[in-house]
């Protein structure tokens, strides 16, 4: 590990996360050219490995960067990358808030929040439909899905035990 | 307004909602914990911010944790709700990596993985349909979400443009609504 790898974690990171526009996967590919055809920090086997750990692990599946850092200088280029990827976007978000803060109980922010909502709904069902889909699963999948919306929706039930619970259905290879 | 949420509690809200999305399906437990559990926001705050999170570059729950933490007690509330979402599961991701790059397979994850993704796209939809309540009431409200599905969802259009466009309707209608 040396001081130069850091610094390179810094830069590529640094530089990726104010262009994340919709999320850590947008920048997926850029992600990918940097740390495995420019700085050689990991195969290609390995990366697709590390999308696996990361998405499959609690937390934002950005967290992937915290993997590849990892790989390219132990635990502090673990910690380097992952506050070079959400740093600039947190302080960017910060000062965002700050600002809409400003506008609090203005009728155009009231106007904003009621008009918006609906618009994110339909939004929210996109991305519904595309986790679906990236899943590429079969008839047991989608009925699984299906199953795990009317419990969530029309039961009290601990959302985690429906999913600990499809989680063994796939251990057990039935999804 | 909640200057009563203390440091510690805003941290561990957003652990456990980094803990529990095991597959994915964080802006349903973000939701859950925020608007159900804690209530320290409504539902169209946090549809609104949501949606902000996604305008902005980020990740969308990082996002929403500097936004929760920014708007209850500030700077420190935003470093808090980050150090809860982020601290523990890096340290698991972390631990996971150096056990692959030792071993370099990826032991059942993939198998486990599978499974909670379909878990995990349902709690997504669930969310949806918990927030459709006030929106099916609403011919309007219920084209605008329409038009969002269908544009980003099935043409695949440019998130920032159907949000330029059909979230201007949806503001433009709001304010007609409120106007006395």
Known sequence: MSAGTLLRLTIVFGSLSLVSFGGG?????????????VQHWLTDREFADVFTIAQAAPGASSL????????????????????????????????????????????????FERGLAPVTVGLVFASGLTVVRAADHGPAGYAVTA????LLTRTAVNPLLVVAASALLGLAGLV | MSDGVGLPTLAFAFLKVALASFGGGLSAWSRRVLVEE??????????????????????????????AGTRLRGLAGALAALAGLVLVPLAIVVVLGIAYFRYHHVPALDALLRGAVAAAAGMTLSMGVKVLGPVVREPVALGLAAAAFVTVGLLHWPLVAVVAVVGAAGMLWAWSREAP
Not at chain 1, 147 to 150: E, F, R, Y
């Open chain 1, 25 to 37: 996967n947008a920048v997926l590919p850029a992600m990918h050219h940097d740390a495995v055809s």
């Open chain 1, 64 to 111: 992937i960067v915290g993997l590849i850092g990892l790989r390219a200088a132990g635990v502090a280029g673990a910690l380097v990358a992952t506050i070079a990827m959400l740093g600039p976007s947190c302080v960017l978000m910060f000062a965002g808030c700050r600002a809409w803060d400003r506008f609090r109980d203005t009728n155009w922010r009231i106007a």
């Open chain 1, 147 to 150: 199953l795990a919306t009317v």
């Open chain 2, 38 to 67: 804690r209530r320290w926001m409504a539902d169209d705050e946090f549809l609104s911010a949501l949606t902000l999170c996604r305008l902005l570059p980020g990740p969308n729950q990082v996002n929403m944790a500097v936004y």
